[in-house]
């Protein structure tokens, strides 16, 4: 029989099976009855395949991103912008994955010559869309809580859709190569398009009903006023970088008095679990404000800045690589830090300053740029942008001056000299800098509002900085710990009396552990044996001694403290109202950080 006559039946056949049609399955089959198969005509059919699954998967992305960055409240102009900058690299990916699954598939025609690839093209294609619903389930889950009701239903129905139509793109693709390349005509389909809608259409309902199911994660609206009571004068400081065997061997060895005193009079100290894989801004918000990262918003260290949007894109999951590795060196994309404004939910000392009431919050996380609060904000990396010159340091500005005299003062006068003493001059100055003398500068501040204070929240990273800096041999590192927490353990006296409530929470941060500890004291609290809390308890504790009601977001205070009874109950705390003068800045801050070694 000759080749075109061949053709010709070939065609009839597959226009009989449904294949060929004047639908979108001609954009991928209506070359397959040419007589050729080329390496070029392989490459440009993958590119075909790149090209529509490819768009197809951008799309969902850009959705997916969008939802997630809250863009269709703030930017909906913006995603066609964002589906360009994501649309280059899924189509070539999804067409260096089609040439792998076809140079698998020959391999596998090589071994066993005699199969037809009928079945293999229909397990690549169920595999195809199991693996883009279970992406898109893993990665969006969280996510799609916090949208409304309707959104998450829709957007959960869409998620099979997208998997099914990606499946009929590739099992196209296939059918095409294998008409072209092996000379093979399917006399069936394997699966119906009836069967095909009905699988869609029965996936898409069990998924919107799960969706409907699913508890929300939205945060209601602000609560116009929230009733208080008198309460404690509260405080809480962090310390970052610390082992919890090293604090148990210094404090059992009666170096940390004030600590161990607390701990046995009227404290507790406790036991709580972290991922390993949070970042540092992650979980010291998590411990601030009592609220997960999906809810209180602070999942990274840093965002992204599309070129051609005006929003930095903050939540990006997978697409973390992308704009860092790729569009943030070429320029198609700008670095940005976390700033005070991307925190959705409201910390400690912000709820005990409504009123007026004054407060402190001196080197926190998801602080930068200092907002007004009545009281001080030292925004997070402070001892850097005073130094630099940035004015989103401190808040309120009239203190800037003060603040800056004090920072010059402690850099003329070395924090630590018996550490650094015998140590080579470059590295005893890079601790200095990155880590002793911030620290010091962050104490002095602690101490001098102690007295003036409702709320006091210190974070002390030294011995982090430290420890990431990979500078100093295990031994010496030991020793900056140790006089880190003896240091901390002399301001903790000083401050100790003017409050009525007490957190104290030491982290190992970057050094590893899935553990920290976490002293909590309000003089009456006590347990048999080291109790394990769940880290969101920390801000529970604070906000019940401080006199503010229980939210039912949060998880009730540690029970092996007797707490004031709550002056009502509430649905929410809501989300803080982020300063109109935060801004998109922090050029500077992006610096900081990266010295640090967080970036």
Request: glycine content about 10%; overall charge positive; hydrophobic content about 50%.
């Amino acid at each position: 029989m000759s080749e075109p006559r061949r053709l010709d039946e070939a065609r009839r056949e597959l226009v009989r099976l449904g294949y060929l049609s004047h639908r979108f399955e001609r954009f991928l089959l209506q070359d397959a009855l040419v007589a050729r198969g080329r390496s070029r005509d392989l490459v440009m059919l993958a590119a075909k395949v790149g090209v529509a699954a490819g768009a197809l998967l951008a799309a969902a992305n850009t959705l997916a991103l969008a939802l997630a960055n809250r863009l269709f409240e703030s930017a909906p102009a913006e995603l066609p912008v964002l589906f360009l900058h994501l649309a280059a690299p899924v189509v070539i990916a999804t067409a260096l994955g089609f040439l792998v699954v076809v140079i698998a598939l020959r391999a596998l025609l090589a071994a066993f010559p005699r199969r037809g690839l009928d079945f293999a093209r229909l397990g690549s294609a169920l595999g195809a869309a199991a693996a883009v619903f279970g992406a898109g389930v893993w990665l969006g889950w969280d996510f799609l809580r916090e949208l409304p009701r309707a959104e998450r239903v829709a957007a959960a129905a869409l998620l099979p859709v997208v998997a099914g139509g990606v499946a009929k793109l590739l099992a196209d693709g296939l059918l095409a190569f294998e008409i072209r390349w092996i000379r093979h005509v399917p006399h069936q389909r394997l699966v119906s398009r009836r069967a095909m809608a009905i699988a869609l259409g029965a996936s898409a309902a069990v998924v919107a009903v799960a969706a409907l199911a699913a508890a929300p994660r939205g945060t209601p609206p602000r609560p116009v006023a929230l009733p208080v009571a008198a309460g404690e004068r509260v405080l809480l400081i962090g310390i970052d970088g610390v082992l919890p065997d090293e604090l148990d061997f210094l404090a059992g060895r009666g170096e940390l008095p004030a600590f161990a005193r607390l701990g046995s009079d009227g404290g507790v100290v406790a036991a709580y679990g972290r991922p390993a894989s949070s970042s540092p801004a992650e979980l010291w918000t998590t411990l601030a404000t009592g609220r997960a990262a999906a809810d209180h918003g602070v999942v990274a260290l840093d965002g992204f800045r599309p070129l051609g949007m005006a929003t930095t894109l903050t939540r990006i999951g997978p697409w973390r690589f992308h704009f860092a590795a790729v569009e943030a060196p070429l320029g198609l994309a700008e670095q940005r830090p976390l700033l005070a404004g991307r925190r959705r939910a409201p910390a400690v000392w912000e709820l005990v300053a409504r009123g007026g009431r004054p407060v402190a919050a001196i080197d926190w996380w998801g602080t930068y740029p200092a907002e007004p609060l009545p009281g001080l904000v030292v925004a997070h990396g402070a001892w850097g942008q005073l130094g630099a010159g940035d004015e989103g340091a401190v808040s309120p500005a009239a203190r800037r001056a003060e603040l800056v005299s004090l920072r010059s003062r402690l850099a003329r006068e070395p924090a630590s000299a018996a550490i650094l003493e015998t140590l080579p001059s470059a590295t005893s100055r890079l601790l200095e800098e990155r880590a002793l003398a911030p620290d010091a500068f962050y104490r002095a501040l602690a101490e001098r509002s102690a007295g003036e204070v409702r709320a006091l929240a210190l974070y002390l990273p030294g011995p982090d900085l430290a420890a990431a800096s990979a500078v100093l041999p295990a031994a010496r590192l030991a020793e900056l710990v140790r006089a880190e927490l003896v240091a901390a353990d002399r301001l903790l006296a000083e401050v100790a009396p003017a409050f009525g409530a007490i957190v104290i929470v030491v982290d190992p941060g970057r050094r590893g552990g899935g553990e920290g500890r976490a002293l909590l004291w309000n003089g009456e609290c006590e347990a048999a044996a080291r109790p394990q809390i769940d880290p969101r308890q920390v801000a529970s504790a604070l906000f019940r001694a401080a006199g503010l009601p229980q939210s039912r977001e949060l998880p009730p205070p540690p029970d092996f403290c007797r707490w004031p009874a709550p002056p009502g109950e509430v649905t929410t705390y809501g989300e803080r109202a982020a300063s109109a003068g935060a801004g998109e800045r922090g050029g500077d801050y992006l610096e900081t950080l990266r010295s640090l070694g967080y970036l």
